[in-house]
């Protein structure tokens, strides 16, 4: 049996809403007149299609022109609409003379039929500094490998790409595409489902202890509860896996004795505050937290993404690695 100690879990919480508040981020009116409805087991109604596309345009940490300095709600808004526009309107071109294989048109990804959201100047609000902490040195080794060895094998190739799983941070955070989440609930549990791998989360609520700490999971054992109008959920039970999505550079590994804290507020009727905190020691110096808003999106529909069906990517890749390898043994004759 383990348990989020109570003072972890509140430490990680008032230090991603300090930072967030220290930002100038959140309206001091939080708690307004509007109340979301109350369902029969006493949860809020979160039920809906939630979508963070708007914060795909606000860069992970810190960017350098506010480093050590609080923006101006002009210069917040400029930069994100620059950032925006520079990036809808850069078209990759030289297909010609390119030995690559090109990359999407940007007509394929949400952001480019969705406005960006001037909400922050970056998506980690804990550390104060906007940044992430530093990788462990085991951290930047398991790096260092995963590009050495990527593909060896079926088995070192990034878990996304292999269609198993994109991991909490992959699910949740902002991306490319399948930005809309699909949250559901029945008593006693909230559902969160995203089309990217088609994965669904569902998360007891007020269940209790975690399953027993031999058994590990690919998004760790969820356990929700309410305080008010905030959905907060922790997790714990990470199965180690070396090459996993997560924010920031490389795919550093997810190692067990993670624990993640994620909490969804509600700001009013149509939008979600979303935080999410992790504390991975095997992994980062230090805890860490991002922050950004989810926005109900009635009009956002989900298409199967059929992750294997269309995984052609797999074998050309392993099966391209596997001829360089014979033309490199055959050049050294």
Known sequence: MIRIPAGFAKSLLSNAVAAVCALGLISSAIAQE???????DGQPNITGMWNNVGATATPVEMPDEFEGRVPTAEELAEFIARRDEARKGNVWRGFE???GV???ENYWFDWYWSDAVADAPALVVDPPNGR?????????????????EEHNSAATVESGDRCLSRGVFGMMMPTAY???KLILQSPGYVMIHSEMIHNARIIPIDAGDHIDERIKL???DARGHWEGNTLIIESTNFKYVRSIRA???GN????????MIETFTFEDENTLRYTLTVDDPLTYEAPWTVAFPYLKDAEYKQYEYACHEGNYAMETRLSGARVEERGIAEAGR
């Open 247 to 249: 924010p920031g550079r």
């Open 252 to 259: 550093p590994p997810q190692n067990e004795g993670r624990k």
């Open 102 to 104: 090109g990359a999407y």
């Open 218 to 220: 690919w998004e760790g």
């Open 34 to 40: 509007w109340q979301p409805e109350i369902l029969s």
């Open 132 to 148: 992430i902490p530093a990788y462990t040195a085991a951290a930047q080794e398991a790096i260092r490998l995963n590009v050495v």
């Open 97 to 99: 003379n390119s030995n």
């Open 178 to 180: 399948n930005n809309g």
